[in-house]
T-cell receptor, first 112, second 112 residues
Framework: DTAVSQTPKYLVTQMGNDKSIKCEQN?????MYWYKQDSKKFLKIMFSYNNKELIINETVPNRFSPKSPDKAHLNLHINSLELGDSAVYFC???????????FGSGTRLTVV | GDSVTQMEGPVTLSEEAFLTINCTYT??????LFWYVQYPGEGLQLLLK?????DKGSNKGFEATYRKETTSFHLEKGSVQVSDSAVYFCALSDTNAGKSTFGDGTTLTVKP
């Protein structure tokens, strides 16, 4: 299936831990994104990569570090997790030209 | 900067009722406009889009028309079903900015 796939789907961890979320797309898209969705369903862009190059880096704590080893993968590493990091994190990809995004199914991160 | 304002929810309707979710936008250029739907526990899915003024996007009985004069892209459906219960997001994509801007989402609940 052509898709954007994220792993893991659920992640429960303790404060202070370091964790990673992985994203892969097999759509051939050049641009990939990380979005954070809070408990009120608000979506906030965090990062965007175009063909492995960082193009958008919103005001996000530097505990969050994206890595794009190739244009099909965009991973998110989070250091020293805090309670406020609990949210659903979505990966997405797109092509230029106003065709919209394809989203992954999300990773629900719970920090306890 | 670009912004999207959506009708506040939640919206509760009876099955077969008419649905309108209002969306207005502010953008400096000529954006593409989108509606996404998020079913419980899932990622966002592109529902429909319009790339220029007076275009009408449609899918699964939903429609929205790109109105440049009123900077609006209201979502409509003539007869909703219980299965339409979801969160709906209006969004715009400005190719110059390289990212999409999302509204806050409107939760729709359809009761039998």
């Amino acid at each position: 299936d052509t898709a954007v796939s994220q792993t893991p789907k659920y992640l429960v961890t303790q404060m202070g831990n370091d964790k990673s979320i992985k994203c892969e797309q097999n759509l051939g898209h050049d641009t990939m994104y990380w979005y954070k969705q809070d408990s009120k369903k608000f979506l906030k862009i965090m990062f965007s990569y175009n063909n492995k190059e960082l193009i958008i880096n919103e005001t996000v704590p530097n505990r969050f570090s994206p890595k794009s080893p190739d244009k099909a993968h965009l991973n998110l590493h989070i250091n020293s997790l805090e309670l406020g990091d609990s949210a659903v994190y979505f990966c997405a990809s797109s092509v230029p030209g106003g065709y919209g995004y394809t989203f992954g199914s999300g990773t629900r991160l719970t920090v306890v | 900067g670009d912004s999207v304002t959506q009708m506040e929810g939640p919206v509760t309707l009876s099955e077969e009722a008419f649905l309108t979710i209002n969306c207005t936008y502010t953008a400096t250029g000529y954006p593409s406009l989108f509606w996404y739907v998020q079913y419980p526990g899932e990622g966002l899915q592109l529902l429909l889009k319009a790339t220029k003024a007076d275009d009408k996007g449609s899918n699964k009985g939903f429609e929205a028309t790109y109105r440049k004069e009123t900077t609006s892209f209201h979502l409509e459906k003539g007869s909703v079903q219980v299965s339409d219960s979801a969160v709906y997001f209006c969004a715009l994509s400005d190719t110059n900015a390289g990212k999409s801007t999302f509204g806050d989402g409107t939760t729709l609940t359809v009761k039998p």
